[in-house]
């Protein structure tokens, strides 16, 4: 079966532009969540969705982030306009039934942001 | 607030050595607990869980013990392998009403050596 699949897997850019990562959760999972690791701040969660809705997004830094989950099977994260700071890997993942918080979250492979 | 607190890395044992990694964790009610590994260049994978106080989870020769009264998830393994050099992820589920999230440790990496 395949897993979460993140795309791109690495993304140089230079500050001030429009990053979008994208992520497609395991077939038949309802909930999705979008990741940062840093080495200073570690692993947070940015957003999760939960049968396409957003359910808690107050990990999300500042309005230059935002999340989109138009159907079950794909989501973006858009960063726009890009800073330095923001250089990190983001981690999407998903779950078969987050609802009661004890579920198997599975993780995809990551991208790897740099901002120049 | 909600938060886990892991013994620093990086930890370095010999082949066959016993490893113990401490995880200890602050939450209100009760929380879900959680070991996630990560392998070199890879996304995280679940190692174990514990849902209820006095569980044990266990997986791959891991086993922790939810503990309630030292609020503690300890990692355990008996015998270490080369192969379990990566990073391990302590981590406690919190929320309410069908909205929930992981809260993860800082991690805490072992080198295991031939």
């Known amino acids: 079966d395949a897993g979460v699949i993140q795309s791109p897997r690495h993304e140089v850019t230079e500050m001030g532009q429009e990053v979008t990562l994208r992520c497609k959760p395991i077939?038949?999972?309802?909930?999705l969540f979008w990741y940062r690791q840093t080495m200073m701040r570690g692993l947070e969660l940015l957003i999760y969705?939960?049968?396409?809705?957003?359910?808690?997004d107050s990990g999300m830094p500042e309005d230059r982030f935002s999340a989109k989950m138009p159907n079950a099977s794909f989501s973006t994260l858009k960063i726009q306009p890009s800073e330095p700071r923001d250089s990190a890997v983001y981690f999407c993942a998903s779950s078969l039934d987050w609802a009661g918080g004890s579920d198997t979250q599975y993780f995809g492979p990551g991208t790897r942001l740099t901002v120049l | 607030g909600d938060s886990v607190t892991q013994m620093e890395g990086p930890v370095t044992l010999s082949e066959e050595a016993f490893l113990t990694i401490n995880c200890t964790y602050t939450a209100t009610g009760y929380p879900s607990l959680f070991w996630y590994v990560q392998y070199p260049g890879e996304g995280l994978q679940l190692l174990l869980k514990a849902t209820k106080a006095d569980d044990k989870g266990s997986n791959k020769g891991f086993e922790a013990t939810y503990r309630k009264e030292t609020t503690s998830f300890h990692l355990e393994k008996g015998s270490v392998q080369v192969s379990d050099s990566a990073v391990y992820f302590c981590a406690l589920s919190v929320g309410m009403d069908s909205s929930y999230k992981l809260i993860f440790g800082s991690g805490t990496r072992l080198l295991v050596r031939p």
């Open positions: 077939s038949g999972h309802n909930s």
């Open positions: 969705f939960n049968n396409n809705v957003p359910i808690d």
